[in-house]
Protein backbone atom coordinates (compact mmCIF):
# COMPACT_ATOMS: atom_id res chain seq x y z
CA UNK A 1 0.00 0.00 0.00
CA UNK A 2 1.76 3.48 -1.03
CA UNK A 3 1.33 5.82 1.96
CA UNK A 4 -1.90 8.89 0.54
CA UNK A 5 0.05 12.11 -0.43
CA UNK A 6 -1.34 15.54 1.25
CA UNK A 7 -1.89 16.40 -2.85
CA UNK A 8 -4.11 13.20 -3.46
CA UNK A 9 -6.45 14.22 -0.02
CA UNK A 10 -6.87 17.72 -1.03
CA UNK A 11 -7.53 17.01 -4.76
CA UNK A 12 -10.51 14.91 -3.02
CA UNK A 13 -11.30 17.35 -0.67
CA UNK A 14 -11.30 19.80 -3.17
CA UNK A 15 -13.74 18.03 -5.32
CA UNK A 16 -16.09 16.79 -2.19
CA UNK A 17 -16.32 20.37 -0.84
CA UNK A 18 -16.95 22.00 -4.41
CA UNK A 19 -19.91 19.30 -4.81
CA UNK A 20 -20.54 20.17 -1.34
CA UNK A 21 -21.30 23.77 -2.79
CA UNK A 22 -23.37 22.60 -5.42
CA UNK A 23 -25.61 21.09 -2.29
CA UNK A 24 -25.86 23.65 0.12
CA UNK A 25 -26.69 26.36 -2.86
CA UNK A 26 -29.70 23.77 -4.32
CA UNK A 27 -30.51 23.75 -0.73
CA UNK A 28 -31.31 27.45 -0.83
CA UNK A 29 -32.66 27.86 -3.87
CA UNK A 30 -35.26 25.01 -2.49
CA UNK A 31 -35.65 27.09 0.49
CA UNK A 32 -35.98 30.46 -0.69
CA UNK A 33 -38.09 29.70 -3.93
CA UNK A 34 -41.98 28.68 -4.76
CA UNK A 35 -44.07 27.10 -7.29
CA UNK A 36 -42.57 25.70 -10.20
CA UNK A 37 -38.98 27.30 -9.76
CA UNK A 38 -39.24 25.50 -6.46
CA UNK A 39 -40.13 22.25 -8.08
CA UNK A 40 -37.15 22.14 -10.62
CA UNK A 41 -35.11 23.20 -7.68
CA UNK A 42 -36.38 20.38 -5.96
CA UNK A 43 -36.06 17.91 -8.73
CA UNK A 44 -32.39 19.46 -9.49
CA UNK A 45 -31.37 18.69 -5.99
CA UNK A 46 -33.05 15.15 -5.61
CA UNK A 47 -31.05 14.03 -8.99
CA UNK A 48 -27.39 15.61 -7.62
CA UNK A 49 -27.65 14.15 -4.22
CA UNK A 50 -28.82 10.77 -5.57
CA UNK A 51 -26.23 10.82 -7.51
CA UNK A 52 -23.73 12.49 -5.24
CA UNK A 53 -23.94 9.87 -2.88
CA UNK A 54 -23.86 7.15 -5.39
CA UNK A 55 -20.32 8.10 -5.79
CA UNK A 56 -19.54 8.45 -2.17
CA UNK A 57 -21.19 4.99 -1.12
CA UNK A 58 -19.51 3.34 -3.65
CA UNK A 59 -15.98 4.61 -4.26
CA UNK A 60 -15.44 6.92 -1.13
CA UNK A 61 -16.74 5.24 1.96
CA UNK A 62 -15.64 1.72 0.99
CA UNK A 63 -11.65 3.32 0.62
CA UNK A 64 -10.85 2.44 3.96
CA UNK A 65 -12.03 -1.37 4.20
CA UNK A 66 -10.63 -2.31 0.78
CA UNK A 67 -7.99 -5.06 1.28
CA UNK A 68 -9.28 -6.30 4.80
CA UNK A 69 -8.89 -2.62 6.00
CA UNK A 70 -9.94 -1.26 9.29
CA UNK A 71 -13.73 -0.26 10.50
CA UNK A 72 -13.79 3.22 11.12
CA UNK A 73 -16.60 4.67 13.44
CA UNK A 74 -16.25 8.04 11.52
CA UNK A 75 -17.32 6.57 8.24
CA UNK A 76 -19.97 4.64 10.09
CA UNK A 77 -21.65 7.72 11.17
CA UNK A 78 -21.30 9.32 7.80
CA UNK A 79 -23.18 6.48 6.00
CA UNK A 80 -25.76 6.37 9.07
CA UNK A 81 -26.45 10.06 8.35
CA UNK A 82 -26.99 9.57 5.10
CA UNK A 83 -29.32 6.76 5.37
CA UNK A 84 -31.36 9.48 7.26
CA UNK A 85 -30.76 11.98 4.84
CA UNK A 86 -32.27 9.44 2.46
CA UNK A 87 -35.00 8.72 4.46
CA UNK A 88 -35.87 12.42 4.74
CA UNK A 89 -35.84 12.57 1.00
CA UNK A 90 -38.76 9.81 0.88
CA UNK A 91 -40.54 11.89 3.45
CA UNK A 92 -40.08 15.27 1.66
CA UNK A 93 -41.67 13.83 -1.69
CA UNK A 94 -44.88 12.36 -0.09
CA UNK A 95 -45.58 16.22 0.92
CA UNK A 96 -46.82 18.85 -1.67
CA UNK A 97 -43.79 21.01 -2.44
CA UNK A 98 -46.04 24.45 -2.06
CA UNK A 99 -46.89 23.70 1.67
CA UNK A 100 -46.26 24.28 4.73
CA UNK A 101 -45.32 20.83 5.88
CA UNK A 102 -42.95 20.49 2.71
CA UNK A 103 -41.51 23.85 4.34
CA UNK A 104 -41.39 22.77 7.70
CA UNK A 105 -39.84 19.44 7.07
CA UNK A 106 -37.39 21.04 4.91
CA UNK A 107 -35.33 23.06 6.85
CA UNK A 108 -34.25 20.68 9.35
CA UNK A 109 -33.53 18.31 6.95
CA UNK A 110 -31.31 20.72 5.36
CA UNK A 111 -29.45 21.64 8.26
CA UNK A 112 -28.55 17.69 8.84
CA UNK A 113 -27.35 17.57 4.99
CA UNK A 114 -25.47 20.52 5.38
CA UNK A 115 -23.75 19.16 8.64
CA UNK A 116 -23.27 15.98 7.16
CA UNK A 117 -21.47 17.56 4.22
CA UNK A 118 -19.11 19.68 6.92
CA UNK A 119 -18.61 16.69 8.81
CA UNK A 120 -17.32 14.77 6.02
CA UNK A 121 -14.83 17.38 4.78
CA UNK A 122 -13.54 18.10 8.35
CA UNK A 123 -13.45 14.67 9.87
CA UNK A 124 -13.86 11.76 7.07
CA UNK A 125 -11.21 13.14 4.61
CA UNK A 126 -8.14 13.95 7.86
CA UNK A 127 -9.16 10.63 9.07
CA UNK A 128 -8.05 8.63 5.84
CA UNK A 129 -4.65 9.90 6.23
CA UNK A 130 -2.52 6.70 6.86
CA UNK A 131 -5.23 4.41 6.55
CA UNK A 132 -5.58 4.39 2.81
CA UNK A 133 -3.62 4.29 -0.81
CA UNK A 134 -3.08 7.05 -3.05
CA UNK A 135 -4.46 4.68 -5.61
CA UNK A 136 -7.57 4.22 -4.35
CA UNK A 137 -8.02 8.29 -3.04
CA UNK A 138 -7.40 9.01 -6.68
CA UNK A 139 -9.85 6.60 -8.22
CA UNK A 140 -12.36 7.98 -5.61
CA UNK A 141 -11.86 11.85 -6.93
CA UNK A 142 -12.28 10.53 -10.46
CA UNK A 143 -15.36 9.47 -9.95
CA UNK A 144 -16.18 12.23 -7.73
CA UNK A 145 -15.64 14.07 -10.67
CA UNK A 146 -18.20 12.50 -12.79
CA UNK A 147 -20.61 13.24 -10.95
CA UNK A 148 -22.04 16.89 -12.06
CA UNK A 149 -22.05 15.42 -15.76
CA UNK A 150 -24.38 12.31 -14.59
CA UNK A 151 -26.54 14.46 -12.66
CA UNK A 152 -27.36 16.57 -15.71
CA UNK A 153 -27.32 13.97 -17.96
CA UNK A 154 -30.11 11.80 -15.82
CA UNK A 155 -32.06 14.13 -14.16
CA UNK A 156 -35.45 12.66 -13.83
CA UNK A 157 -38.80 13.11 -11.99
CA UNK A 158 -38.19 9.58 -10.67
CA UNK A 159 -38.45 8.86 -6.61
CA UNK A 160 -34.79 9.89 -4.95
CA UNK A 161 -34.74 5.90 -3.96
CA UNK A 162 -34.53 5.10 -7.53
CA UNK A 163 -32.10 6.93 -9.11
CA UNK A 164 -30.02 6.34 -6.29
CA UNK A 165 -30.24 2.86 -7.08
CA UNK A 166 -29.84 3.52 -10.42
CA UNK A 167 -26.64 5.50 -10.08
CA UNK A 168 -24.83 3.65 -7.64
CA UNK A 169 -24.99 0.89 -10.34
CA UNK A 170 -23.85 3.67 -13.15
CA UNK A 171 -20.85 3.77 -10.14
CA UNK A 172 -20.45 -0.49 -9.77
CA UNK A 173 -20.89 -0.88 -13.83
CA UNK A 174 -18.21 1.42 -14.28
CA UNK A 175 -14.91 0.17 -12.06
Keep these: MAAVTAVALQ ?6 SSQH ?6 LRSVATSSGAPRAEAFDQLRT ?9 QEHLHPIPRADGGQDVPLIDERVSEEDDAAAGM ?4 ALDIGSDA ?12 T ?4 AEEHQEIPALQGLVDEDAVTAATAQLRRVPHLADSTRT ?3 FADQLKRARREFREDD
Design 90 to 93: TRLE
Design 115 to 118: AHTE
Design 11 to 16: DLKSEL
Design 102 to 113: FSTAFAPWADAV
Design 157 to 159: AEP
Design 21 to 26: QQIRAM
Design 48 to 56: FLAVHEAAE
